[in-house]
């Protein structure tokens, strides 16, 4: 093994174990935390979208104790706004072999993924669409002001991130104690422009072009 395999090697396992720490600290919030995160971060959204809403936003449904999105991606659909979502089958039960979407059309068009995570069983979208997205939302499990983000481990976002509009921000939500001073990080993570908890929103450095 090579110094530089070595040190890929070492970043992977870090990754590992900081994804473990968070999911622990996320399973011992009481409910009634929980709930007050969920409702201060959803103000925060929506105060930073009052002036004008996005056409088209992407973002996903959250799953256990992740940061709730599945009241902001109602509210913006309520408004008529387009939300894709992550499509991951092909709905037979095969895995897509690369990125796409799909759009929100209520929960009747939802069908049951892998690891469980909710998904769109509207017409599938190539991630080379993202770019119609105005506004990103992505899940994680902490970040840094520089807007290096700990993911979920699968290298989904990185891949589809890739496609996103160079003034159309990329936005992770989190718990406030999972912002971070340094996040491991590896030469294909895809960085995010804010950071979005229950205090308010992070502007990243530097922050996106729009």
Known sequence: MTSADADLAALAAAKRQLRA???LRRASRNPEERAAGDEARFA???????????D??????????????????????ARRVRVLLPLLTDGSG?????PAWAAYEGPDALRVGP??????TTTPL??????????????GFAANAHGDRLGRGGGW????????GQTSPVVVLLNRDEVLEAIPAQPWDRRVDRIAT??????????YAG
């Open 21 to 23: 720490a968070v999911r």
């Open 44 to 54: 925060v959204l929506v105060a930073a979208l009052a002036d004008r809403l996005p």
């Open 56 to 77: 088209t936003v992407a973002a996903y449904l959250s799953a256990e104790d992740e940061p709730d999105t599945l009241r902001l991606v109602g509210w913006l659909a």
């Open 94 to 98: 095969g895995r897509l072999p690369e």
């Open 115 to 120: 690891l469980g995570l909710l998904e769109p």
């Open 126 to 139: 190539p991630a080379r669409q993202l770019p119609e997205a105005e506004l990103v939302v992505c899940p």
């Open 157 to 164: 976002y990185d891949r589809a991130l890739v496609h996103a």
């Open 198 to 207: 229950p205090d308010g929103l992070v502007d990243c450095e530097p922050p």
